[in-house]
């Protein structure tokens, strides 16, 4: 074996690199381990072909006398170097992907360019036995050169290492740059690339990204602004207003309660008065939903504490439980004079706050609309009580009796100070039999909360994982 390899060196160490390169093509990127054990095997292999030969590549190939054999056996040796450069490349590549992930590989990059530069010179300084001052020398010359022209190429990359060091930002978070909003796809050498809400792709330089003001949406993981902002003229008391809009944050459970959501005022002008009304979400997906949830709770607080954007809708004489039968989706299909007739059979009944309205168990022989606040719908899941959602403005209660004659199955209870209009039984009976659409209506939203109140009492909590020492030993090792 020792004669075969003396004899052909060149032959055996050729197929070992070429063989290295089928394996490395062959095997598919899933099996990164095994692809870099085979390249390890055939460097040591292709190592040990070379001492075998009397060959050492850190000196000159040692047949002087014979020309094409020395000359065969010099590249041998500066291939020797190239070899050794890469596999010491992917190796680290390896090590820096697993602990940082996708944002060690520009480190990956940049370090392999620095390993190949140090094995050239070393493969000219031991194999070829150049003059390394000189070549240093001259590649320092030309290096300043070569920056100078490459100034923004190479002013991305550093900023790039800069961004992957201190990671404001990674992979997968939604971000926005200088205003440009959008989410993180890749982060190279020299750019970063968003995927904006238009399907578009956005190419960001990372020394722009490093000196821009960068908005990280993604991080916190677990807590998520969302705010939402309304214009009202001026002349509006601003209690008024603020009032509604607390009620609207209160209106909705998937807001956190810490942070406590807040409203208050933004920006004033002689014609006008911005406000906001802010909270936090758990979810980078439920921000959309939540937001376009406030914005219509908002526009029913205020339109329910008297606040208007309509010049029409505010000229007409319509008393405020005729305004409210706009507002409900079992009324839509009565006309103008069937409405105002209705709104003369409802009575207004204030609640206070954390009041029942209708308990569990209980027959509401009356239909009751929310005028203004937030009530609160939970239902019996053993021995506790599970709020199923909450309502607002233009919502009614009761709606089981007229369908199936039943008690309810649900407690109403008040989170605000409440006004709610009671329509009594005869002038309900009196709707559902001169209009199918209103009870059809009506069946259909007694349906979704039964649904809807099933569906949350089969929900089953997630089990608790008791943890002790040997787990947490086990996740640090």
């Known amino acids: 074996m020792l004669t075969l390899i003396q004899d052909h060196p060149l032959a055996i160490g050729a197929c070992l690199l070429i063989l290295d390169l089928l394996i490395w093509r062959t095997l598919p990127d899933?099996?990164?381990?095994?692809?870099?054990?085979?390249?390890?095997?055939?460097?040591?292999?292709?190592?040990?072909?070379?001492?075998?030969?009397?060959?050492?590549?850190?000196?000159?190939?040692?047949?002087?006398?014979?020309?094409?054999?020395n000359l065969l056996a010099t590249v041998l040796e500066i291939f020797w170097w190239l070899f050794a450069a890469r596999t010491l490349t992917v190796v680290l590549g390896?090590?820096?992907?697993?602990?940082?992930?996708?944002?060690?590989?520009?480190?990956?990059?940049?370090?392999?360019a620095v390993i190949f530069l140090i094995a050239i010179v070393a493969a000219a300084a031991y194999v070829m036995q150049l003059p390394v001052k000189g070549l240093l020398a001259t590649s320092g010359a030309m290096a300043i050169i070569v920056g100078l022209a490459l100034q923004s190429t190479l002013s991305d990359v550093f900023s790039g290492i800069v961004l992957n060091t201190t990671k404001p930002y990674q992979i997968?978070?939604?971000?926005?740059?200088?205003?440009?909003?959008?989410?993180?796809?890749?982060?190279?050498?020299?750019?970063?690339?968003?995927?904006?809400s238009n399907g578009s792709m956005a190419v960001i330089p990372n020394s722009v990204a490093a000196k821009a003001k960068i908005l990280n949406f993604s991080r916190p993981s677990n807590i998520?602004?969302?705010?939402?902002?309304?214009?009202?003229?001026?002349?509006?008391?601003?209690?008024?207003?603020?009032?509604?809009?607390?009620?609207?944050?209160?209106?909705?459970?998937?807001?956190?309660?810490?942070?406590?959501?807040?409203?208050?005022?933004?920006?004033?002008?002689?014609?006008?008065?911005?406000?906001?009304?802010?909270?936090?979400?758990?979810?980078?997906?439920?921000?959309?939903?939540?937001?376009?949830?406030?914005?219509d709770l908002a526009h029913r607080h205020l339109e329910a504490s008297g606040v208007v954007w309509n010049a029409d809708f505010a000229t007409r004489p319509w008393t405020r439980q005729r305004g409210v039968l706009e507002d409900v989706k079992i009324f839509r299909s009565l006309s103008t004079d069937e409405k105002d007739?209705?709104?003369?059979?409802?009575?207004?009944?204030?609640?206070?706050?954390?009041?029942?309205?209708?308990?569990?168990?209980?027959?509401?022989?009356?239909?009751?609309?929310?005028?203004?606040?937030?009530?609160?719908?939970?239902?019996?899941?053993?021995?506790?009580?599970?709020?199923?959602?909450r309502m607002g403005p233009g919502e009614v209660l009761g709606a089981e009796h007229f369908v199936e004659g039943d008690t309810s199955n649900v407690e109403f209870r008040t989170l605000t100070s409440c006004i709610l209009f009671r329509i009594e039984k005869e002038a309900v009976r009196s709707c559902l039999d001169e209009r199918s659409e209103v009870k059809t209506a009506l069946t259909k939203l007694h349906r979704f909360r039964q649904q809807a109140s099933q569906s949350l009492l089969l929900q089953k909590p997630a089990a608790i994982k008791k943890a002790g020492f040997l787990d947490w030993l086990q996740r640090k090792v």
Do not use: C
Request: proline share 4%.
């Open 224 to 295: 998520h602004g969302v705010s939402i902002s309304v214009v009202v003229p001026t002349q509006v008391r601003p209690r008024r207003v603020l009032d509604a809009l607390e009620k609207a944050l209160q209106g909705t459970s998937a807001l956190l309660t810490v942070p406590k959501p807040k409203a208050s005022i933004k920006a004033t002008t002689l014609e006008s008065t911005e406000y906001e009304a802010s909270g936090f979400v758990a979810s980078m997906d439920q921000k959309g939903s939540v937001r376009n949830h406030l914005f």
């Open 94 to 112: 390896l090590i820096l992907i697993s602990r940082s992930g996708h944002t060690g590989r520009l480190l990956q990059d940049v370090m392999g």
């Open 172 to 196: 997968d978070d939604l971000i926005s740059i200088d205003g440009t909003e959008g989410r993180v796809t890749d982060i190279d050498w020299r750019a970063t690339r968003l995927l904006t």
């Open 30 to 69: 899933s099996q990164k381990p095994l692809r870099i054990f085979a390249r390890l095997l055939a460097f040591v292999l292709f190592s040990w072909v070379l001492i075998s030969a009397g060959m050492s590549p850190l000196q000159p190939a040692p047949w002087v006398d014979d020309v094409a054999r």
């Open 341 to 389: 007739q209705l709104a003369q059979n409802m009575t207004p009944i204030e609640y206070a706050a954390d009041q029942v309205i209708l308990g569990v168990g209980e027959s509401a022989e009356y239909l009751l609309v929310i005028g203004t606040g937030v009530v609160s719908a939970s239902v019996h899941n053993g021995s506790e009580l599970v709020e199923a959602g």
